[in-house]
């Protein structure tokens, strides 16, 4: 064979195992979807949503409350991370060129490649060990903890996209920064904010471990803020490494709604971000 | 009125900072916090914390070595996996394939790493630990003689841990080389096309350009990889045995505090548990600096190369 006979050959080669990668990549989430969507399908039903688990044996029950502790746990994230999260993403896109804003920048990106496992036990020693009482409040602190850098970096991307003369239109009429931030700059990066902040919420829907010696787990339907809470992810975890064939099925069901949820604020996500591109396309 | 309005920004930027510097605090009072919980299982044990095998917390000694085994063989066997996989599509996504395709397959990918670790690991118990036990117990025994494979077939152990694992960092390592490989010059690849190149020769350019910011992907992976709690302990059979073997049942450090974490019932024993997640904690940061540190030199680089005036956003 030629030189050439053989450099084309070789090329095809790699161009066919780099389509090959792809597929090879689809047929675990095929798989995973496939098992999750087909077990689950078979125990999610109004009774899981409404129900309370039954005891070992019985079968039928639901998760009621881990779902409302799951709804409880990430509200309480979202209350401490969005302000927090927004605001300092403002200062390090304002402040885009100094040391500190780098620092910041470096701070979140950090506790953003923090094993979720770390964030717990810290949760851990800062809001349970003093009280000696797992709560809810413990658990939300610790997925807020989760929720920060995300929402930060969003927001400070985001605001770097807003187009110059928006800021300078501002303050040519006599806007101070701080009012020029939040009529005119924030309000214009608004939607992708909220986009930011839904994904990031799915996401830590999605958390168990930061959960496991914060929020606990609780058999009963709870929504009181310094007692142990139960959430959908604890409860999949119990119920998986179980021994009882109904906790199995009780499990998948529960993964099925954690995907559903994942699933749906991602294609939300994507649809308003593609609005947006085409808003920014527009002018 | 001027006087007002810079006062109103300085207020502003302190208001504003305050919120940045809380970040920081944030992070080190993580180190802290954790140092201090660990005070007592370094006093006790000092150095041979990490050193020894035992894990007894009846008896009170507590050695971390097989967990750290474990996080260290288990990551690694995973980027083995998932890095050429990951390159591949990586490359698949920006170089070759059609426009249409590009975004559906983006949006696949990142929903590989959106699922929750604990559907993985609900996945890995009942799907893939069997699937992965009939592989074992198919192995000819010639093969089974080898340390590589010793043990019994169980499912449940180091495969296990490391396939699922491997699925999960994928994701995360094909986003950034495509981000890293987005910012490789078009020039070099048309040089490239310009000398003759075949598609896999000008793949390999823009590759070799790309690769500090390549490298550093894959320590992300490596990171992540390190870090990963709830599959990689339900599926790789909490066993705290130093071995090679890919059949044997190990435990890593994100395990073990999950695991017996709420358990713990005296001061040693959660002692000893919080150290592992110091070092868990001081490990990720390192090598999280690190990748950022490479794929932002890379990015710098290519923006530099770049006709001056085009500001070419950064891989991060």
Redesign the interface.
């Known amino acids: 064979m030629t030189t050439t006979g053989r450099r084309k050959l070789l090329s095809s080669v790699v161009v066919g195992f780099c389509a090959g990668a792809v597929v090879l990549a689809l047929v675990p989430l095929a798989f995973v979807l496939f098992f999750v969507v087909s077990q689950g399908i078979r125990s999610v039903n109004v009774s899981f949503f409404t129900h309370m688990p039954t005891p070992v044996g019985e079968t039928g029950g639901g998760m009621a409350n881990s779902i409302a502790g799951t709804l409880i746990l990430s509200g309480l994230a979202a209350l401490m991370a969005v302000p927090v999260g927004v605001i300092s993403g403002v200062y390090m896109s304002e402040y885009a060129g100094t040391r500190f804003a780098a620092l910041v920048r470096f701070a979140a990106d950090t506790l953003n490649g923090v094993p979720s496992i770390v964030i717990g036990l810290f949760a851990y020693v800062v809001a349970v060990l003093p009280f000696r009482q797992f709560s809810a409040l413990a658990g939300g602190f610790a997925l807020g903890l989760m929720m920060i850098p995300i929402i930060a970096r969003t927001t400070e991307e985001l605001l770097l996209l807003v187009p110059g003369t928006m800021r300078e239109g501002a303050l040519a009429l006599g806007a101070t920064r701080a009012r020029a931030v939040f009529s005119v700059l924030l309000p214009a990066a608004l939607p992708g904010i909220v986009t930011g902040v839904v994904l990031a919420l799915a996401r830590i829907a999605g958390e168990t471990a930061p959960l496991l010696f914060t929020a606990f787990n609780n058999r009963f339907f709870s929504t009181r803020l310094n007692q142990p809470i139960s959430s959908l992810t604890v409860q999949v975890y119990t119920y998986a490494t179980g021994p009882y064939e109904d906790w199995h099925r009780q499990a998948w069901a529960g993964a099925l709604v954690l995907v559903l949820i994942v699933l749906v604020c991602s294609l939300l996500a994507r649809l308003a971000t593609r609005r947006l591109e085409r808003m920014h396309a527009r002018g | 009125m001027p006087k007002s309005?810079s006062r109103?920004?300085f207020?502003?930027?302190i208001?504003?900072?305050t919120?940045?510097?809380?970040?920081?605090v944030?992070?080190c009072?993580?180190g802290v916090?954790?140092a201090r919980?660990s005070v007592l299982s370094v006093q006790k044990f000092g150095m041979n914390f990490w050193r020894t095998e035992i894990w007894d917390p009846v008896a009170g000694e507590f050695g971390a070595l097989p967990f750290i085994w474990g996080t260290l063989y288990s990551s690694v066997l995973a980027l083995l996996i998932a890095t050429?996989?990951?390159?591949?599509?990586a490359?698949?996504?920006s170089e070759?394939c059609p426009a249409v395709l590009r975004q559906p397959?983006v949006?696949?990918?990142?929903?590989?790493a959106?699922?929750?670790?604990?559907?993985?690991?609900?996945?890995g118990?009942?799907?893939l630990v069997p699937a992965v036990r009939a592989v074992e117990t198919s192995l000819p025994d010639a093969m089974r003689q080898l340390p590589l494979f010793s043990g019994a077939p169980l499912g449940l152990g180091m495969l296990s841990a490391a396939l699922i694992l491997a699925?999960m960092v994928?994701?995360f390592i094909?986003s950034i080389s495509r981000e890293v490989l987005k910012s490789v010059p078009a020039a070099q690849r048309e040089g490239a096309y310009a000398l003759g190149a075949?598609?896999?020769?000008a793949?390999r350019a823009a590759l070799f350009y790309a690769r500090t910011g390549i490298v550093g992907a894959v320590m992300?992976g490596f990171?992540?990889a390190?870090?990963?709690?709830?599959a990689v302990t339900?599926v790789i059979g909490n066993n705290p045995k130093v071995s090679v073997s890919l059949f044997a049942p190990q435990y890593t450090m994100?395990a073990v505090?999950?695991n017996e974490?709420?358990e713990a019932a005296d001061d040693l024993y959660l002692s000893a548990?919080?150290e592992t997640?110091l070092v868990?904690?001081i490990i990720?940061?390192i090598i999280?600096?690190l990748s950022?540190l490479l794929i932002w030199s890379m990015a710098r680089r290519a923006t530099a190369a770049q006709e001056p005036g085009v500001a070419a956003e950064g891989a991060?």
């Open positions: 309005r109103s920004d207020l502003f930027r208001g504003t900072g919120f940045g510097v809380l970040l920081v944030l992070v009072a993580i916090v954790l919980q050429p996989i990951a390159l591949g599509i490359v698949f996504i070759l397959l949006f696949i990918t990142e929903l590989l959106a699922i929750p670790s604990i559907v993985y690991g609900l996945w118990i009942f799907v699925i994928i994701p094909s075949t598609r896999f020769e793949i992300l990171g992540r390190l870090g990963e709690t709830m339900m994100a505090i999950a974490f709420a548990l919080v997640g868990l904690f990720t940061l999280n600096s950022r991060s």
